[in-house]
């Protein structure tokens, strides 16, 4: 199963979504491996960290990531029989290449990252236009970095019903200074006792199992 995180917008959240994804799925004996085509490689550097950490069960439970150079690179691994058994969970770029494009065409599920800010509204449809021009499952919206205070969703609710092939998703990610914490760490959400953004990333990962049915 090929779980992609996408957005053509960069600073959206895609890779903090991609790398607590993957460790709530490992949490619960799930092989993952994350496939990072950011050109920041925040993942990669991320995994190289948790090797370092201090505790024996962080270094022990890290996740492989791997950094396909190519479109063909990108394919022969989840078309790899090494990995067949696995999720992968693909933290797509945030820029338009043919990598990224093909990530998002052979994904099993699309999962995109946005806000209620207007500039990610209008990032949205920019990539709502690349999408048309590709053959994809559908998209499922996740509001992420949501301000704690925000209760309102109408515009994004009715930006969502004008997509064609797109869905909100009912879990919100609110903000929080600790998931750039535990990243910089190389630890998870799912890892430390942050409780509020711990139930959001599992909320996420449940509906990502309902996703798979």
């Known amino acids: 199963m090929t779980i992609t995180i996408a957005h053509t917008k960069g600073g959206v959240g895609k890779s903090i979504i991609a790398w607590n ?23 990669f550097f991320a995994s190289e960290i948790r090797k370092q950490h201090k505790k024996e069960e962080i270094t022990k439970s890290t ?12 394919i022969s691994i989840i078309n790899s029989s090494d990995y067949a058994e696995c ?15 093909t990530a998002i065409t ?3 599920i699309i999962v995109v990252p946005v806000s209620t800010d207007t500039t ?14 590709l053959d994809t499952v559908p998209i499922s919206l996740l509001l992420n970095n949501i301000h ?6 109408t515009d994004i609710k009715a930006l969502v019903e004008s997509i064609e092939n797109a869905n909100l998703l009912k879990t919100i990610i ?20 942050n409780t509020k953004p711990k139930e959001q990333i599992e909320s996420l990962y449940k509906e990502i199992e309902k996703l798979k049915e």
């Open 87 to 101: 999720e992968i969970i693909v933290d797509v770029g945030g820029f338009d290449n043919d990598i990224n494009r």
């Open 63 to 74: 996740i492989t990531v791997l950094q396909p150079q190519t479109p063909e690179e990108f």
């Open 21 to 43: 994804l993957a460790y709530a799925m490992q949490k619960r004996k799930e092989r993952v491996v994350i496939v990072d085509l950011d050109f920041q490689q925040t993942l």
């Open 106 to 108: 052979h994904a099993d």
């Open 120 to 133: 990610e509204i209008i990032g949205l449809q920019t990539f709502e236009a690349i999408l048309k021009e």
């Open 174 to 193: 609110r903000s929080s200074k600790a998931f750039d914490r535990t990243i910089a760490k190389g630890t998870s959400i799912v890892e430390g006792d």
């Open 148 to 153: 704690h205070a925000t209760k309102n969703f």
